[in-house]
């Protein structure tokens, strides 16, 4: 990790204008040439169906309004998605499938197991490349996050959404000792309604019933290739049920600590916004950094540096906004976490780019594409799902007890 940094006495202005607690010295030694204030990444979360999340930059103005689509504009978005789903790539598409940034959160369904939610990059399953697994536990307690290239292998992921039977890395208790294993899913000759993957399994089926080609379920002797297993593990935790900061969700990368916590500072500006005033987050991370001291010598201490919020929405097809800041994000990569754009070397090179305004892009780009970033953007949907769930289960509860209590007063 590399050493800690000084920052400026006038403090870094964090987005949410909150102060700082301490004062700050009088020198600097950021990496990056990007403004602090400059780009930030807007993604707008809306509904599919009832488990699915779009995480768009493009803003759905049939999904902002307060009721959301109407009849007609649903019929027209559920004929498009079967356009997208029969037709191949879009030639303006780039080379791994994500033309505009977006992402998807897919939850799988398969009856009677939970496998776990997966994030791709692109505007769906079809088209997306996944990145993240995404492992939940009861209570919102905790979610285990298993990401890398190959994930994204063919074959890991099957047309139903789930890991393949032949990359199952073993039984309960070797899951447990080796957090990178994967959990496979067999292939059932029977389906419900609503599981993916219906061509696929219907296939299978009649293979079987053949007589001929390979089982995804049966493996192959001869294969010499392992089941596939996780590049690297995350784990977002709760951390504070049961006290004043429970809006708090803890993750650590490359030792460095990151925090989704609360905030007051951030609101949803449109008529009843009031309503959704403390499902608002902000995303902060824990870094080194050296405050002023006597004779010229400073104390190393931690600093809260402010990389994204989230901003819930009253739109019933829009779980709110994601705003990640670029500038941020950049310097903690580059002063910090500098292994993490070893995967992007690559893109990073100036090459024939004399344009500076151009490289800066170029550069911003790139680290949309590092593992921490794919990192804060399946956190953020761990954190809003988990937070959404919660409110559900608190408003059932003073609805029973509402109606329980109007019962014995009549």
């Given at each position: 990790?590399?050493?800690?940094?000084?920052?400026?006495?006038?403090?870094?202005?964090?987005?949410?204008?909150?102060?700082?607690?301490?004062?700050?010295?009088?020198?600097?030694?950021?990496?990056?040439?990007?403004?602090?204030?400059?780009?930030?990444?807007?993604?707008?979360?809306?509904?599919?169906?009832?488990?699915?999340?779009?995480?768009?930059?493009?803003?759905?103005?049939?999904?902002?309004?307060?009721?959301?689509?109407?009849?007609?504009?649903?019929?027209?978005?559920?004929?498009?998605?079967?356009?997208?789903?029969?037709?191949?790539?879009?030639?303006?598409?780039?080379?791994?499938?994500?033309?505009?940034?977006?992402?998807?959160?897919?939850?799988?369904?398969?009856?009677?197991?939970?496998?776990?939610?997966?994030?791709?990059?692109?505007?769906?399953?079809?088209?997306?490349?996944?990145?993240?697994?995404?492992?939940?536990?009861?209570?919102?307690?905790?979610?285990?996050?298993?990401?890398?290239?190959?994930?994204?292998?063919?074959?890991?992921?099957?047309?139903?959404?789930?890991?393949?039977?032949?990359?199952?890395?073993?039984?309960?208790?070797?899951?447990?000792?080796?957090?990178?294993?994967?959990?496979?899913?067999?292939?059932?000759?029977?389906?419900?309604?609503?599981?993916?993957?219906?061509?696929?399994?219907?296939?299978?089926?009649?293979?079987?019933?053949?007589?001929?080609?390979?089982?995804?379920?049966?493996?192959?002797?001869?294969?010499?290739?392992?089941?596939?297993?996780?590049?690297?593990?995350?784990?977002?935790?709760?951390?504070?049920?049961?006290?004043?900061?429970?809006?708090?969700?803890?993750?650590?990368?490359?030792?460095?600590?990151f925090f989704w916590k609360?905030?007051?500072?951030?609101?949803?500006?449109?008529?009843?916004?009031?309503?959704?005033?403390?499902?608002?987050?902000?995303?902060?991370?824990?870094?080194?950094?050296?405050?002023?001291?006597?004779?010229?010598?400073?104390?190393?201490?931690?600093?809260?540096?402010?990389?994204?919020?989230?901003?819930?929405?009253?739109?019933?097809?829009?779980?709110?906004?994601?705003?990640?800041?670029?500038?941020?994000?950049?310097?903690?990569?580059?002063?910090?976490?500098?292994?993490?754009?070893?995967?992007?070397?690559?893109?990073?090179?100036?090459?024939?780019i004399g344009d500076v305004?151009?490289?800066?892009?170029?550069?911003?780009?790139?680290?949309?594409?590092?593992?921490?970033?794919?990192?804060?953007?399946?956190?953020?949907?761990?954190?809003?799902?988990?937070?959404?769930?919660?409110?559900?289960?608190?408003?059932?509860?003073?609805?029973?007890?509402?109606?329980?209590?109007?019962?014995?007063?009549?």
């Amino acid at each position: 990790m590399a050493q800690p940094y000084s920052i400026p006495s006038s403090p870094i202005p964090s987005p949410d204008d909150e102060p700082r607690p301490f004062r700050l010295s009088t020198t600097t030694t950021f990496a990056s040439t990007l403004s602090d204030d400059s780009s930030r990444s807007a993604y707008h979360i809306y509904h599919k169906r009832e488990l699915h999340r779009t995480i768009s930059p493009i803003i759905d103005p049939s999904k902002e309004r307060r009721w959301g689509p109407t009849a007609k504009e649903i019929k027209e978005q559920r004929i498009q998605r079967k356009l997208e789903k029969s037709s191949p790539a879009s030639p303006t598409s780039t080379a791994d499938g994500n033309s505009d940034g977006a992402f998807y959160l897919n939850t799988p369904y398969l009856a009677f197991h939970m496998p776990p939610a997966v994030l791709y990059n692109g505007k769906s399953r079809h088209t997306g490349t996944p990145l993240v697994l995404i492992h939940a536990s009861a209570c919102w307690r905790k979610w285990k996050l298993q990401l890398g290239p190959s994930i994204a292998e063919p074959g890991v992921i099957d047309p139903r959404g789930v890991v393949c039977w032949r990359h199952n890395g073993g039984d309960k208790h070797a899951l447990k000792a080796d957090d990178r294993k994967l959990k496979g899913y067999k292939v059932r000759t029977w389906r419900l309604w609503c599981e993916h993957g219906k061509a696929y399994v219907h296939g299978i089926k009649a293979m079987r019933k053949a007589g001929g080609g390979p089982d995804p379920d049966v493996f192959d002797e001869d294969e010499k290739s392992p089941p596939a297993r996780a590049d690297e593990v995350v784990y977002l935790k709760w951390t504070s049920p049961l006290s004043r900061h429970t809006r708090r969700y803890q993750f650590q990368y490359a030792g460095i600590d990151f925090f989704w916590k609360g905030t007051g500072s951030v609101k949803e500006s449109r008529a009843c916004g009031w309503s959704v005033k403390y499902n608002h987050l902000k995303l902060v991370a824990l870094v080194p950094a050296i405050e002023d001291g006597t004779e010229g010598m400073g104390k190393k201490v931690e600093m809260e540096l402010c990389l994204g919020k989230y901003t819930s929405s009253i739109a019933a097809k829009k779980s709110g906004t994601l705003e990640l800041f670029d500038a941020p994000i950049w310097r903690l990569v580059s002063e910090h976490i500098p292994s993490a754009l070893a995967q992007v070397k690559s893109e990073l090179s100036r090459g024939e780019i004399g344009d500076v305004e151009e490289y800066e892009k170029k550069r911003v780009a790139a680290m949309k594409k590092t593992f921490l970033y794919q990192v804060i953007v399946a956190t953020a949907m761990c954190m809003i799902q988990g937070e959404k769930e919660k409110r559900e289960v608190i408003k059932a509860i003073v609805i029973e007890l509402i109606s329980s209590g109007s019962g014995a007063g009549g």
